[in-house]
């Protein structure tokens, strides 16, 4: 059974800084591509970034510079280093296997971590 547990959420001023964790089971993580989504109320489901099994990564552009994936396939976790966070990136972030730009196509997912940026 495939399992995704995130952690790391939680409440930041504007600017501050969070790391999220995913930790995966149940299928051979070394060869699966991840990815972050995030879904804030009000507004469709985003694909934030992934990290491919080789490790090459894709940001959703308003991320860029300020979020980085990163993959421990020794402990089989999958992060995401949220910097000089902003009130807009506010929302529910998920991990999931098999990551695409349109949601409804990755395969498994985690139960969620709370994200909430103050101005």
């Known amino acids: 059974e495939v399992q995704l547990v995130e952690s790391g959420g939680g409440s930041v001023q504007a600017g501050g800084s969070l790391r999220l964790s995913c930790s995966a089971s149940?299928?051979?993580?070394?060869?699966?591509?991840m990815g972050w989504y995030r879904q804030a109320p009000g507004r469709e489901c985003e694909l934030v970034a992934m990290?491919?099994?080789?490790?090459?990564?894709y940001y959703e552009d308003s991320v860029k510079g300020r979020f980085a994936i990163s993959r421990d396939n020794a402990h089989n976790t999958v992060y995401l280093a949220m910097n000089s966070l902003k009130p807009e990136d506010t929302a529910v972030y998920y991990c999931?296997?098999?990551?695409?730009?349109?949601?409804?196509?990755?395969?498994?997912w985690g139960q969620g971590t709370q994200v909430t940026v103050s101005s």
């Open positions: 990290i491919y099994s080789d490790g090459a990564a």
């Open positions: 999931a296997t098999d990551p695409s730009s349109d949601c409804t196509e990755a395969t498994d």
């Open positions: 149940g299928f051979n993580f070394d060869d699966s591509d």
